[in-house]
Nanobody, 122 residues
Framework: QVQLVESGGGSVQAGGSLRLSCAASGTIFSVDGMDWYRQVPGNERELVGGIDSADITRYADSVKGRFTISRDNARNTMYLQMDSLKPEDTAVYYC????????????????WGQGTQVAVSS
């Protein structure tokens, strides 16, 4: 099957930077779009942004100009560069990928990672 593994979370002071990675592995034929979400306990999971198969990115208004999403297709890996971090960016960050599986035709399957904690102190 397919696994998504996030890494790079941690604690940082306001104004600092972190870089998250999301690596997809398994019986992957190709990876289509990939997204980053975040969730604070008690709140719904919210979309941070994403990147499609043409490398077109989109961002939530709350992170525009501060966060940058990129991907390395050869490694099936997506990145989230987070700069000018604010305390309100504190959350568990999850990645999501739509994946075409070997020998299963053109259907896209959706997978989630386990999440990585980001904590920003003031």
């Amino acid at each position: 099957q397919v696994q998504l593994v996030e890494s790079g979370g941690g604690s940082v002071q306001a104004g600092g930077s972190l870089r998250l990675s999301c690596a997809a592995s398994g019986t992957i034929f190709s990876v289509d779009g990939m997204d980053w979400y975040r969730q604070v306990p008690g709140n719904e999971r919210e979309l941070v942004g994403g990147i499609d198969s043409a490398d077109i990115t989109r961002y939530a208004d709350s992170v525009k100009g501060r966060f940058t999403i990129s991907r390395d297709n050869a490694r099936n890996t997506m990145y989230l560069q987070m700069d000018s971090l604010k305390p309100e960016d504190t959350a568990v960050y999850y990645c999501n990928a739509r994946v075409q599986i070997h020998f299963r035709g053109s259907r896209l399957y959706t997978y989630w990672g386990q999440g990585t904690q980001v904590a920003v102190s003031s």
